[in-house]
Each structure stands twice: as C-alpha cells, then as structure tokens.
T-cell receptor, first 111, second 117 residues
Framework: GQQVMQIPQYQHVQEGEDFTTYCNSS?????IQWYKQRPGGHPVFLIQ?????EVKKQKRLTFQFGEAKKNSSLHITATQTTDVGTYFC???????????FGTGTRLKVLA | DAGVIQSPRHEVTEMGQEVTLRCKPI?????LFWYRQTMMRGLELLIY????????DSGMPEDRFSAKMPNASFSTLKIQPSEPRDSAVYFC???????????????FGEGSWLTVV
C-alpha cells in the first residue's frame, strides 16, 4: 500500500536556526497537504500543494512539491519557540479521497 | 462557527469494557474521518464516510472496532471489547466536498484520549 515517510523523525534546533523536514511518498500524489500539531493538540491545516514543482510561502515557512509529485519539503527560516510541534505531510493518491499521513517530524526549539 | 466536536475528551476504562467515542462534524461537510494516533504507529486512518456512507474501512484494526454515521451530524466509533493496546488518541475529522482547496482541507477535532487498563 501507499506509504509516506518523513525525515528526520526528530529535530532539535536553537532558536533562530533554520529547519527543514522532507516528505517522500511511494506513489505519485495528486496533491499534498501539510499540518502542524502542537504538543497535546490536534493537527491543524497549514497549506496544500497541487502542481508539480509548486512553491508556496507563508511568512517564514516555505513549502515545495517535487517535480515528480512524490516528495515535498517544509522549510522554516529563523525558527521561533512558537514553531514547536510535530509537522505532518498528508498525501492524496490520484482517484481517491484517502489522505495518508506521513510519519511526522517533531521539532523542538531551544531558546 | 463550531469546529469538529468530540466526546469524551478523556476516558479511562478497564480491559473488556465497551468504549463509544462520539463525533459531531462541521455542519455542511460531506466527509468524515476517524484517525488513531499512537507514538508507535503515528496517525492512522481507520475509516471514512462520504455523505454518511462508509467508503473505506480498510484501516479498522479488527472486528472489535466498528463505526457508524446514522446522520450527517453524528458519528460513533465503538470498541468492544477494549484491550490495553487500543490506548491512543482517537481523532474525528471532517472535510467539505470537492477536490480543490478549500474543498479537501481536513478539520480535526480535539481528540478523545483513551486509556485501557
């Protein structure tokens, strides 16, 4: 079945450092979404990417969708303590409404 | 507008007991999802409904788990009998119809934290 893997599993950074998480799917995706889950909270939608090679920015966050639509990345510039949480990608296979969530990357920001 | 509402928020039960988790999706959303989250297995899709009809239940772990959606505003996930390995956070989520944004953004409830002892 479809698998969506994320690396790294954990990342500790000093406040102000950059952070990147990578998402890789075993199958081609029609689109990909990113979610953030704060400790003890629930996943909250951040963004959706649809087009091959698409790049979107939200303030300090930059999201990319690979040319082959099988991978994606989230980059945070100059992390802040408010960025703490787990970041999930969720991939949608063509012809289905079944989003498969990635394994998640847990980010800890040290002040 | 109210988000996805789940109850109970926390439940501690003894092994062998029946557990029922409840969910009220966002009004007007055609899709409802049940997810389970654990440290070991991450966020797993258990089942999803479209217009109250179960579409894919391939993620339901075994016959002890069942889910129903009797109407557009209510769904239940039942575990009978419960086992300690069922301890997890169970999220209900809903999504509007359609394929393009914002049609398929998934809105999660706050989760039901289940502990089976």
């Amino acid at each position: 079945g479809q698998q969506v893997m994320q690396i790294p599993q954990y990342q500790h950074v000093q406040e102000g450092e950059d952070f990147t998480t990578y998402c890789n799917s075993s199958t081609t995706l029609s689109n990909i979404q990113w979610y953030k889950q704060r400790p003890g909270g629930h996943p909250v939608f951040l963004i959706q990417l649809v087009k091959s090679g698409e790049v979107k920015k939200q303030k300090r966050l930059t999201f990319q969708f690979g040319e082959a639509k099988k991978n994606s990345s989230l980059h945070i510039t100059a992390t802040q303590t408010t960025d703490v949480g787990t970041y999930f990608c969720a991939g949608l296979s063509s012809g289905t409404y079944k989003y498969i969530f990635g394994t998640g990357t847990r980010l800890k920001v040290l002040a | 507008d109210a988000g996805v509402i789940q109850s109970p928020r926390h439940e501690v039960t003894e092994m062998g007991q029946e557990v029922t988790l409840r969910c009220k999706p966002i009004s007007g959303h055609d899709y409802l999802f049940w997810y389970r989250q654990t440290m070991m297995r991450g966020l797993e899709l258990l089942i999803y409904f479209n217009n109250n009809v179960p579409i894919d239940d391939s993620g339901m772990p075994e016959d002890r788990f069942s889910a129903k959606m009797p109407n557009a505003s209510f769904s239940t996930l039942k575990i009978q009998p419960s086992e300690p390995r069922d301890s997890a956070v169970y999220f209900c989520a809903s999504s509007p119809a359609g394929w393009g944004p914002p049609g398929n953004t998934i809105y999660f409830g706050e989760g039901s934290w289940l502990t089976v002892v």
